[in-house]
């Protein structure tokens, strides 16, 4: 395989998850009646431009179908990022009425939802069509589409050049990385600001986050390797952030190479130096990735297997992607995790991809009362624990598989 950004052999590995089907591909009650496509789950190095990237097998239409299930309007934490955002950026950029955002992979409106509050002009783009049918109800301007050089220039035509552009958790998510950046070049004023979130797939490492790797994520992605994309395709980095966000992530601010005036941040300098001196620029810090995430595997099904075994209830909570990665290379299956709550409507009474756990709302939780209770998206833990405190009024415990086997009361 040659790398997604610039064409050089893979031959460096990261890890090898064997093989599963599409994260969010969650099955209906005739689905679990049939086959499911699965696909192998194999993470390389590019040891020239330190693009981390999985190996390609899934198409992008096989991923993001119209039945997507992901919403990004159900975290109450995830929507206070989002407003908080819109109030700096508000307040850094001077938006006003005369400014124009575009958010490109809009989802459910989560975001662009308080920039319609504040009156300022707004357009989305989401390829989806259930997400974008969610951020249309908002009354949201939605192009449903997949962004990159053709749909940038079409928005151009149409006047809808951006002083901002907002790219949240998608960069990881496009095949084309060289394609998709190089549209927000072209869409962005000559002065405009482009700001991407993604995490860091230095805390990926560092804190064996494997379970966020999936195929609708095709790139794992450092600023070393940002701001080498980038620059092949007309943006130049002028500032970063890191974020707590998904377990570890970064804001990067750009602007285009040939007529942003901003000046470079200090930070931008520091976290450069901070990833080589972590050796993201040497094929040893990849080489023991495979065996930790095998030790979280192992101590994970033991864990459920000895519960089994002491006739113990295990539910989860939480029918995130990262979720499934987990259970399916761990080979999870509905006697080891009985059933996955959820709060989104679209999820439950649909089954788990791969491992086929049902999925059900929060009354089978109170009714059946199970001894633990996994969350699967460890990231909003605080979260889950705090709207679930009542787990601890039948002596139920949480608890958590990565970074490592944690037990905690309710």
Same mark, same amino acid.
């Given at each position: 395989?040659?790398?997604?950004h610039?064409?050089?052999?893979?031959?460096?590995r990261? !890890?090898?998850?064997?093989?599963?089907? $599409?994260s969010?591909?969650y099955?209906?009650?005739?689905?679990?009646?049939?086959?499911e496509?699965?696909?192998?789950?194999?993470?390389?190095?590019?040891?020239?431009?330190?693009?981390?990237?999985? @190996?390609?097998?899934a198409?992008?239409?096989?991923l993001?179908?119209?039945?997507?299930?992901?919403?990004?309007?159900?975290?109450?934490s995830?929507?206070a990022?989002?407003?908080?955002?819109?109030?700096?950026?508000?307040?850094?950029f001077? /938006?006003d009425? &005369?400014?124009?955002? !575009?958010?490109?992979?809009? &989802?459910d409106?989560?975001?662009?939802?308080?920039?319609?509050?504040r009156?300022?002009?707004?357009?989305?783009v989401? $390829?989806?069509a259930s997400?974008a049918?969610?951020a249309?109800?908002?009354g949201?301007?939605?192009?449903?589409? +997949?962004?990159?050089?053709?749909?940038?220039?079409?928005l151009v035509a149409?006047?809808?050049?951006?002083?901002?552009?907002?790219?949240n958790n998608v960069?990881?998510?496009?095949?084309?990385?060289?394609?998709?950046?190089?549209?927000f070049s072209?869409?962005?004023?000559?002065?405009?600001?482009?700001?991407?979130?993604?995490?860091? !797939?230095l805390? /990926?490492?560092? @804190?064996?986050?494997?379970?966020t790797?999936?195929?609708?994520? +095709?790139s794992?992605?450092?600023?070393?390797?940002?701001?080498?994309?980038?620059?092949s &395709?007309?943006?130049?980095? +002028?500032?970063v952030?890191?974020? =707590?966000?998904?377990?570890?992530s /970064?804001?990067v601010?750009a602007?285009r *190479?040939?007529t942003? *005036?901003?000046?470079?941040?200090?930070?931008?300098?520091?976290?450069?130096q901070? @990833?080589d001196e972590?050796?993201?620029?040497? *094929? *040893?810090?990849?080489?023991?990735?495979?065996?930790?995430? @095998?030790?979280?595997?192992?101590? +994970?099904v033991s864990?459920?297997?000895e519960?089994?075994?002491?006739g113990?209830?295990?539910?989860?909570?939480?029918?995130a992607?990262?979720?499934?990665?987990?259970?399916?290379f761990?080979?999870?299956? $509905?006697?080891l995790?009985?059933? !996955?709550?959820d709060?989104?409507?679209?999820?439950q009474?649909?089954?788990?991809p791969? =491992?086929?756990?049902?999925?059900?709302?929060?009354?089978?939780?109170q009714q059946?009362?199970?001894?633990?209770?996994?969350?699967? $998206?460890?990231?909003?833990?605080?979260?889950?624990?705090?709207?679930l405190?009542y787990?601890?009024?039948?002596?139920?415990?949480f608890?958590?598989?990565?970074?490592?086997?944690?037990?905690?009361?309710?």
């Amino acid at each position: 395989m040659k790398c997604r950004h610039c064409r050089s052999d893979l031959k460096l590995r990261l !890890v090898d998850l064997g093989s599963a089907p $599409p994260s969010n591909a969650y099955l209906t009650h005739q689905d679990i009646h049939g086959p499911e496509k699965w696909f192998p789950l194999r993470v390389l190095v590019c040891a020239d431009c330190w693009l981390v990237q999985t @190996e390609d097998f899934a198409q992008v239409t096989e991923l993001f179908d119209a039945n997507y299930a992901y919403f990004s309007g159900f975290s109450t934490s995830w929507l206070a990022h989002s407003e908080r955002y819109v109030c700096d950026m508000m307040q850094r950029f001077s /938006l006003d009425g &005369n400014s124009h955002v !575009v958010e490109v992979a809009a &989802n459910d409106g989560y975001l662009l939802q308080f920039l319609k509050q504040r009156n300022i002009p707004c357009t989305g783009v989401e $390829p989806t069509a259930s997400t974008a049918g969610a951020a249309r109800a908002k009354g949201i301007d939605v192009v449903e589409d +997949f962004f990159g050089i053709r749909l940038a220039h079409e928005l151009v035509a149409q006047g809808k050049c951006a002083d901002l552009m907002v790219a949240n958790n998608v960069l990881a998510h496009v095949p084309d990385i060289n394609d998709f950046v190089e549209g927000f070049s072209v869409l962005l004023k000559p002065q405009g600001v482009a700001t991407f979130e993604f995490p860091h !797939v230095l805390n /990926l490492m560092a @804190e064996n986050q494997f379970d966020t790797i999936y195929h609708e994520h +095709f790139s794992y992605l450092s600023l070393t390797a940002v701001e080498r994309i980038f620059a092949s &395709n007309g943006l130049a980095v +002028f500032d970063v952030q890191e974020l =707590s966000t998904h377990g570890g992530s /970064l804001r990067v601010f750009a602007q285009r *190479a040939d007529t942003g *005036a901003r000046p470079v941040s200090t930070e931008v300098g520091l976290l450069l130096q901070r @990833e080589d001196e972590a050796g993201l620029r040497s *094929a *040893a810090c990849y080489k023991n990735f495979q065996i930790e995430a @095998e030790k979280i595997k192992d101590n +994970f099904v033991s864990f459920l297997i000895e519960a089994k075994r002491q006739g113990k209830v295990v539910a989860a909570y939480g029918a995130a992607a990262k979720g499934n990665t987990l259970m399916n290379f761990a080979g999870v299956r $509905p006697d080891l995790i009985r059933y !996955v709550v959820d709060k989104n409507p679209s999820k439950q009474g649909k089954f788990m991809p791969g =491992s086929r756990i049902p999925i059900v709302d929060e009354v089978r939780l109170q009714q059946e009362r199970p001894d633990y209770l996994v969350i699967l $998206p460890w990231n909003l833990v605080s979260e889950i624990t705090s709207q679930l405190q009542y787990v601890r009024n039948w002596g139920g415990q949480f608890v958590t598989a990565i970074p490592e086997l944690k037990l905690f009361p309710g």
